[in-house]
């Protein structure tokens, strides 16, 4: 009796979290204008303004190629996203930048957005993903 207990609570547990798997969508993202082969290509994805710039929650990174590289996050819910990217040229972990903070290393948002005097904000970097769509295209600036 208490075998069957522990069985019926196991499935059903189960049951409960297949639903919030049955959605989970990978996101490829293809990175244009690579400059070289130097260093690596990262990726922060943000799904809420608020946290925008500050707490993602997926990363990626490879080696960058100058041909282009495809960066992928795994085991997205559909919903709206923004992606922040840059080319870690000198390979310490940052966007680097000169002395009055513009970036010297290459850099890119999600719909190629662009701010002014700033990253661009979160409603224009933003996107959806679904079933139908899983793939979204960066330029480098």
Do not use: C
Request: aromatic share 8%; no cysteine; proline share 5%.
């Amino acid at each position: 009796m208490k075998l069957t207990k522990n069985i019926s609570r196991t499935v059903l547990g189960v049951s409960m979290l297949l639903p919030l798997f049955a959605h989970a969508v990978d996101l490829s993202i293809d990175v244009k204008g690579i400059s070289s082969d130097k260093g690596s290509v990262l990726v922060a994805l943000y799904d809420k303004a608020d946290m925008w710039m500050k707490k993602p929650v997926g990363v990626a990174m490879m080696p960058a190629k100058k041909d282009g590289v495809t960066l992928t996050i795994r085991d997205l819910a559909d919903g709206e996203y923004a992606a922040s990217l840059f080319h870690d040229e000198n390979g310490n972990g940052k966007l680097d930048s000169n002395a009055i903070g513009m970036p010297i290393e290459p850099f890119g948002f999600s719909n190629d957005a662009s701010g002014n005097f700033g990253p661009p904000t979160f409603e224009q970097a933003k996107f959806k993903i679904d079933a139908d769509k899983k793939t979204i295209v960066v330029n480098f600036k």
